[in-house]
């Protein structure tokens, strides 16, 4: 028997990586189909609402969702279905971000598919100082596959998985055992819609089920619903292995990229330069790997760094310091994530300090600390960054880390550097590891009950390190995921 399409598909995504697949459309036929149960629920009230919002009063809106979905979704479903997920869950990436992998909310959830930052890296994303790939629509969709998949097996339902997703999976399966006779003789997908009859979940949870059904009824018939939907070119790439330290400036020099396409490729980048600690993957356009390989080989390494590396001879301030190799302390700041000062906030004689080229700060992005978490209402209170622990560290050990602080000098010109303890988990640690870890602490009503401690803490610390200075910042590092292997 021949091979069918799945299997086509499914075999090409794991040799040749994200973009070089993009799923078969569907037979065209005058009914779409969906791989989510979507007919069975389209006629419940809120699913109804949704779908007047959608096409009515936030059209506008929804279509331009829409249109910037229409670059990334051939890659999230030749993902998802190379996974064996239902190709209909990219409909989640649509009322999560709108497609949008630089969304960022007000509890600082990043990307597409709405990563809190210790999230992403119990899923195998890196999240630190220098990447953050939870604003990558590629990675992000890896870990957002694989934590849905294990949302699914816990609840056997994909509309209790989407549930947990948003809401966290403690307070879903709470809900199912508190309420279990009143979901008694409930099956399938009828589980979700009878736990939220109950008064449990909160109202955005008990809405989100409703919403992604509307939005996969709209999104499949949009002439139905007068939407007119505007086509993108498609998020296809090609990647070359870099050196530590290299600048895209360098990369695009390379391949004759223009800045803004190569920028837009490699969002998750955030400083302009592949991280000092790791050689990367760096996307250029299809077609453009082996020439920029090669020109990187020949390339000297002072010209391909983005920074030069300078000894600070005397104890100065960072202004000081800053204004001496003509760089601004925040773009100093950027590209020195571990400093070591004085209790007077003074630079410590002795320590070499990066200095950015302009070519490379063309390239990074001014974007809130990536390791921000922050909870309660719509205010949020912002505890950052979140301890956490190593992989294979012992829960109780992590018990005793305290979150670091950032804080900024009362009357001093340039800001403190924050400090942070950052370990990598990475994507090769065992599927149960992650699988624990991710129960253990992703349920967000759990957290809620930490932060009020964590917080209490915080300001008693906070008053302290004015006096006495700040800590440093390490990063971590987590491993990419397969593409196609052009190494410079």
């Given at each position: 028997m021949g091979a069918t399409t799945d299997d086509v598909v499914r075999a090409a995504v794991a040799v040749f990586g994200d973009s070089a697949v993009v799923a078969a459309a569907d037979s065209a036929t005058d009914e779409p189909t969906w791989d989510l149960d979507v007919r069975s629920y389209e006629t419940h009230d809120r699913v109804e609402y949704y779908v007047d919002l959608f096409s009515n009063r936030a059209k506008e809106r929804f279509t331009a969702r829409m249109s910037r979905g229409t670059r990334y979704e051939p890659m999230i479903r030749a993902k998802l279905r190379a996974s064996g997920m239902p190709e209909d869950l990219t409909y989640l990436a649509l009322i999560e971000s709108g497609y949008d992998p630089h969304a960022y909310s007000r509890a600082a959830a990043v990307g597409v598919w709405q990563f809190m930052s210790s999230t992403a890296r119990d899923v195998g994303m890196r999240v630190d100082w220098w990447v953050d790939e939870r604003r990558d629509p590629a990675r992000a969709t890896d870990g957002a596959i694989r934590f849905l998949g294990y949302l699914q097996r816990q609840f056997g339902s994909f509309y209790l998985a989407a549930a947990a997703y948003n809401g966290g999976p403690g307070r879903v399966s709470r809900g199912l055992t508190r309420f279990a006779d009143e979901l008694e003789g409930m099956a399938g997908e009828d589980r979700f819609f009878a736990l939220a009859d109950q008064d449990?979940?909160?109202?955005?949870?008990?809405?989100?089920?409703?919403?992604?059904?509307?939005?996969?009824?709209?999104?499949?018939?949009?002439?139905?619903?007068?939407?007119?939907?505007?086509?993108?070119?498609?998020?296809?790439?090609?990647?070359?292995?870099?050196?530590?330290?290299?600048?895209?400036?360098?990369?695009?020099?390379?391949?004759?990229?223009?800045?803004?396409?190569?920028?837009?490729?490699?969002?998750?980048?955030?400083?302009?330069?592949?991280?000092?600690?790791?050689?990367?993957?760096?996307?250029?356009?299809?077609?453009?790997?082996?020439?920029?390989?090669?020109?990187?080989?020949?390339?000297?390494?002072?010209?391909?760094?983005?920074?030069?590396?300078?000894?600070?001879?005397?104890?100065?301030?960072?202004?000081?310091?800053?204004?001496?190799?003509?760089?601004?302390?925040?773009?100093?700041?950027?590209?020195?994530?571990?400093?070591?000062?004085?209790?007077?906030?003074?630079?410590?004689?002795?320590?070499?300090?990066?200095?950015?080229?302009?070519?490379?700060?063309?390239?990074?992005?001014?974007?809130?600390?990536?390791?921000?978490?922050?909870?309660?209402?719509?205010?949020?209170?912002?505890?950052?960054?979140?301890?956490?622990?190593?992989?294979?560290?012992?829960?109780?050990?992590?018990?005793?880390?305290?979150?670091?602080?950032?804080?900024?000098?009362?009357?001093?010109?340039?800001?403190?550097?924050?400090?942070?303890?950052?370990?990598?988990?990475?994507?090769?640690?065992?599927?149960?590891?992650?699988?624990?870890?991710?129960?253990?602490?992703?349920?967000?009503?759990?957290?809620?009950?930490?932060?009020?401690?964590?917080?209490?803490?915080?300001?008693?610390?906070?008053?302290?390190?004015?006096?006495?200075?700040?800590?440093?910042?390490?990063?971590?590092r987590l491993p990419q995921d397969k593409e196609k292997e052009i190494v410079s």
């Amino acid at each position: 028997m021949g091979a069918t399409t799945d299997d086509v598909v499914r075999a090409a995504v794991a040799v040749f990586g994200d973009s070089a697949v993009v799923a078969a459309a569907d037979s065209a036929t005058d009914e779409p189909t969906w791989d989510l149960d979507v007919r069975s629920y389209e006629t419940h009230d809120r699913v109804e609402y949704y779908v007047d919002l959608f096409s009515n009063r936030a059209k506008e809106r929804f279509t331009a969702r829409m249109s910037r979905g229409t670059r990334y979704e051939p890659m999230i479903r030749a993902k998802l279905r190379a996974s064996g997920m239902p190709e209909d869950l990219t409909y989640l990436a649509l009322i999560e971000s709108g497609y949008d992998p630089h969304a960022y909310s007000r509890a600082a959830a990043v990307g597409v598919w709405q990563f809190m930052s210790s999230t992403a890296r119990d899923v195998g994303m890196r999240v630190d100082w220098w990447v953050d790939e939870r604003r990558d629509p590629a990675r992000a969709t890896d870990g957002a596959i694989r934590f849905l998949g294990y949302l699914q097996r816990q609840f056997g339902s994909f509309y209790l998985a989407a549930a947990a997703y948003n809401g966290g999976p403690g307070r879903v399966s709470r809900g199912l055992t508190r309420f279990a006779d009143e979901l008694e003789g409930m099956a399938g997908e009828d589980r979700f819609f009878a736990l939220a009859d109950q008064d449990y979940l909160r109202a955005e949870t008990k809405n989100y089920v409703p919403q992604l059904i509307a939005a996969a009824l709209v999104a499949k018939m949009p002439t139905k619903y007068g939407l007119t939907i505007d086509s993108l070119p498609p998020y296809e790439y090609d990647s070359v292995r870099v050196a530590p330290g290299t600048s895209l400036s360098a990369v695009a020099t390379a391949g004759g990229v223009p800045a803004t396409e190569l920028r837009d490729l490699n969002p998750a980048l955030l400083r302009g330069v592949v991280p000092p600690d790791a050689a990367l993957w760096v996307r250029v356009p299809v077609g453009r790997a082996e020439r920029t390989a090669a020109a990187l080989d020949s390339m000297p390494d002072e010209q391909a760094r983005g920074y030069r590396t300078v000894r600070v001879g005397e104890s100065v301030t960072p202004t000081s310091f800053a204004a001496t190799h003509g760089v601004s302390v925040k773009h100093l700041r950027w590209f020195n994530p571990v400093v070591k000062t004085t209790k007077r906030g003074r630079l410590v004689a002795g320590q070499s300090l990066r200095i950015p080229e302009d070519a490379a700060l063309t390239y990074a992005r001014d974007i809130p600390d990536p390791s921000l978490e922050k909870f309660g209402g719509a205010g949020g209170r912002t505890i950052a960054p979140v301890a956490r622990r190593p992989c294979g560290e012992a829960r109780g050990d992590a018990g005793r880390n305290r979150p670091s602080l950032r804080a900024h000098r009362t009357g001093a010109q340039e800001h403190e550097w924050a400090a942070r303890d950052a370990t990598p988990c990475g994507a090769d640690a065992p599927d149960q590891e992650i699988h624990n870890r991710v129960f253990q602490v992703i349920s967000r009503d759990i957290w809620q009950r930490q932060v009020t401690k964590v917080h209490q803490e915080v300001q008693w610390e906070s008053r302290r390190h004015k006096e006495e200075g700040d800590r440093e910042i390490t990063e971590g590092r987590l491993p990419q995921d397969k593409e196609k292997e052009i190494v410079s």
